[in-house]
């Protein structure tokens, strides 16, 4: 837990603190479109927790449209 | 609006394609599983069956030259359904970059360091990447050229040293298995190696291009790309003949065999060495589309900043993906074909009728 927030801290520094100099909120939305889930899947992992896979989840629903061999 | 100012010569952008189909020689176990000694047809059916594809991706390389495939897509679809699409695409270069990223920390684990973590090696290679996507697309494509060099030198040694343990029987017998099983290897050779190549559709305006000679530079790198898979097939093929089944890295298992003597042996740490080159330039240039694609999608030019966050998703994203390698193969046979069919072949063949229809682009867009 602790090694994720402080390599995600990284990234604020690096990317997010400048964006937020230049005001540039566009920019600052498209980063935080990836940002938060990145954040958010590596917390579950770090916790244990069992995050579905979003491949098995459209594979499952293809298998059920017969789609698949 | 071109979101990354820097352009590449055609040289670069031939053996960007290279270099990109190279990359994908560790899933031709993906269909040895299921065509055995005829893995090499297969891989001839689907190269046969991908030119109208190529040909499709180079005819919306030419109508649309300045613009890249999320631009083509508001164009065609407009600024809402566009943008939907648009976020499809998104998904499906991230995850594209996530399974590539999952597969050389998997390999590298199985050849080098049998102890070190997955994330690790994924974090270790994702910093890196990151810094090579910031810098753009000239250094994305900068040495994909001796990439493709060594790769091809290498694989044209190990078939000098491997002649004397090739047997013509091991091809033999020839189209023995159920039609459906062809159908099956063909169709996941055309979408997993060579449909992928839809990905260049988002660097056309980063190209130094003429309208005139576009079409024989995708042509080119799609054939010569096409044409080491084959070889190494082949070589494989030749070599192990329907035990090819049995190995989840044939080439690595061929090459392995390579003896002349105690100088000449282990040489299948420098195929290793190669495949990580290739599958590095293919996680850096996935990564790099799915940047510009985000950029493109929130019209920002500022894509840099995106690089880090982008390389931090595909490794948590990637982690859930797949539990092991074995999941990951059953559903590259069985499943990723039709998924990828959708983002590969019936989104751009679409794109392309409705362009048609609607007479795009106008003549004043056209360059």
């Known amino acids: 837990m602790f090694y994720v927030l402080v390599g995600f801290s990284f990234i604020v520094l690096i990317d997010i603190v400048p964006i937020i100099k230049r005001r540039s909120?566009?920019?600052?939305?498209?980063?935080?479109?990836?940002?938060?889930?990145?954040?958010?899947?590596?917390?579950?992992?770090?916790?244990?927790?069992?995050?579905?896979?979003?491949?098995?989840?459209?594979?499952?629903?293809?298998?059920?449209?017969?789609?698949?061999? | 609006m071109r979101i990354d100012k820097g352009q590449i010569s055609t040289k670069k952008f031939i053996f960007s394609i290279i270099c990109y189909i190279q990359a994908?020689?560790?899933?031709?176990?993906?269909?040895?599983?299921?065509?055995?000694?005829?893995?090499?047809?297969?891989i001839l059916?689907?190269?046969?069956?991908?030119?109208p594809l190529i040909w499709l991706f180079n005819s919306l390389m030419v109508a649309f030259p300045d613009m890249n495939l999320i631009q083509i897509l508001n164009k065609v679809y407009g600024p809402v359904a566009g943008k939907v699409i648009g976020a499809g695409y998104i998904w499906f270069f991230l995850t594209l970059s996530s399974l590539n990223l999952m597969d050389l920390g998997d390999f590298t684990k199985l050849t080098f360091m049998d102890?070190?973590?997955?994330?690790?090696?994924?974090?270790?290679?994702?910093?890196?990447?990151?810094?090579?996507?910031?810098?753009?697309?000239?250094?994305?494509?900068?040495?994909?050229?001796?990439?493709?060099?060594?790769?091809?030198a290498i694989l044209v040694i190990s078939?000098?040293?491997?002649?004397?343990?090739?047997?013509?029987?091991?091809?033999?017998?020839?189209?023995?298995?159920?039609?459906?099983?062809?159908?099956?290897?063909?169709?996941?050779?055309?979408?997993?190696?060579?449909?992928?190549?839809?990905?260049?559709?988002?660097i056309t305006p980063n190209v130094k291009i003429s309208r005139e000679n576009n079409r024989k530079h995708l042509f080119t790198g799609f054939?010569?790309?096409?044409?080491?898979?084959?070889?190494?097939?082949?070589?494989?093929?030749?070599?192990?003949?329907?035990?090819?089944?049995?190995?989840?890295?044939?080439?690595l298992v061929v090459i392995r065999l390579v003896r002349l003597g105690e100088a000449l042996s282990r040489m299948e740490i420098l195929f290793a060495i190669v495949l990580i080159i290739l599958l590095f330039f293919k996680i850096v240039f996935l990564q790099y589309v799915t940047v510009i694609a985000l950029a493109q999608l929130f019209n920002i030019t500022s894509f840099r900043y995106l690089a880090l966050s982008?390389?931090?998703?595909?490794?948590?994203?990637?982690?859930?993906?797949?539990?092991?390698?074995?999941?990951?193969?059953?559903?590259?046979?069985?499943?990723?074909p039709f998924l990828w069919t959708l983002f590969e072949i019936l989104i751009p063949l679409l794109t392309f009728i409705i362009a048609k229809a609607r007479k795009l682009p106008g003549k004043k867009e056209a360059r």
């Open chain 2, 310 to 336: 982008v390389g931090a998703l595909m490794v948590a994203y990637g982690m859930t993906l797949y539990p092991n390698v074995v999941v990951h193969a059953a559903s590259g046979r069985e499943i990723i």
């Open chain 1, 25 to 69: 909120w566009r920019s600052l939305a498209a980063l935080l479109l990836v940002f938060i889930p990145a954040l958010a899947f590596a917390l579950l992992l770090v916790t244990g927790v069992e995050v579905p896979s979003s491949l098995k989840f459209l594979g499952d629903v293809l298998k059920s449209l017969g789609l698949s061999y």
């Open chain 2, 45 to 51: 059916f689907g190269m046969i069956v991908c030119v």
């Open chain 2, 24 to 42: 994908s020689a560790m899933l031709t176990s993906f269909i040895t599983a299921i065509v055995y000694q005829d893995s090499w047809l297969v």
């Open chain 2, 223 to 251: 054939i010569v790309g096409g044409l080491t898979i084959l070889f190494a097939v082949v070589r494989d093929v030749a070599v192990l003949g329907n035990t090819i089944d049995m190995f989840t890295l044939p080439s």
């Open chain 2, 115 to 152: 102890e070190m973590p997955l994330l690790v090696l994924a974090l270790m290679c994702v910093i890196v990447t990151s810094m090579v996507v910031r810098k753009g697309i000239k250094a994305v494509a900068w040495y994909s050229s001796m990439f493709v060099v060594v790769a091809v």
């Open chain 2, 159 to 202: 078939i000098l040293l491997l002649l004397n343990q090739m047997h013509y029987e091991n091809f033999l017998p020839t189209l023995h298995l159920s039609v459906l099983d062809y159908v099956q290897g063909t169709h996941i050779i055309l979408t997993i190696p060579f449909g992928e190549l839809v990905a260049f559709l988002m």
